[in-house]
């Protein structure tokens, strides 16, 4: 079993969201997504790093829900900022239950063990100090709560953890979330949400003791990056 990670597949088979805005690479993405993910087995684990489907109910996100199933392998899915679908975990869950998905797990304030790795994280947010409102401060501290109830809820196995927004991206930082990173000894750190120009400005590295990735999907060409296996 080994275990991958992607961000950002912006499904819209019910909507009509064009993505070239995100530069030519776009051009044919779910195709270009299935081709990536036969790589991996049924044995598999891939997660989904947010900004899943751009369907603005869960209603209207079944067939890209459909679609992520049929992939193989099992996905853990986290939060990313333009999944509106998104209400609650549990009613996701009763969602997938009705239409028969197996393969497709949340990861929200809770954490999955495979072997001696727990599989952490949570959407994260943009905060700036200096120019951030008190409201994005309050999300950013709720981000932050639930990684921490995440990284405490792994125990002692090898932390990954899996955020949608990068922690540290050109000169921001996220403190809080770098924090935590190095209390809980996280092996390795994965994030998307940046497309574009924008890849031009990510930080991949070491950072203390956790490894930074990038898995925007047009970043890593929609193929899942193997993490460990």
Request: aromatic content about 12%.
């Amino acid at each position: 079993m080994a275990i991958y990670a992607i961000g950002d597949p912006h499904l819209s088979f019910n909507s009509d969201k064009p993505m070239d805005i995100f530069g030519p690479r776009w051009g044919g993405h779910a195709e270009k997504l299935a081709k990536g993910f036969s790589k991996l087995s049924d044995g598999d684990v891939c997660v989904v790093c947010g900004d899943l489907s751009w369907a603005m109910g869960m209603d209207a996100a079944k067939d890209d829900f459909m679609f992520i199933d049929r992939l193989p392998g099992r996905k853990i899915v986290l939060k990313g900022n333009h999944d509106y679908w998104w209400s609650t975990a549990s009613k996701a869950k009763a969602k997938f239950a009705e239409w028969g998905i197996t393969t497709i797990d949340i990861l929200h304030n809770n954490c999955f063990f495979f072997g001696g790795a727990a599989v952490c994280g949570t959407r994260g947010w943009f905060y700036e100090e200096e120019t951030g409102s008190e409201h994005d401060r309050k999300i950013m501290l709720r981000e932050v709560g639930r990684l921490e109830a995440s990284l405490r809820a792994a125990g002692d196995s090898e932390k990954y953890v899996f955020l949608h927004y990068p922690p540290k991206y050109a000169d921001y930082e996220c403190r809080e979330i770098l924090e935590l990173l190095e209390r809980y000894s996280v092996r390795m750190c994965c994030s998307g949400h940046i497309h574009g120009p924008g890849l031009r400005r990510i930080f991949e590295g070491k950072l203390g003791v956790t490894e930074f990735k990038t898995v925007s999907a047009d970043y890593v060409d929609f193929i899942p990056q193997k993490i460990i296996g």
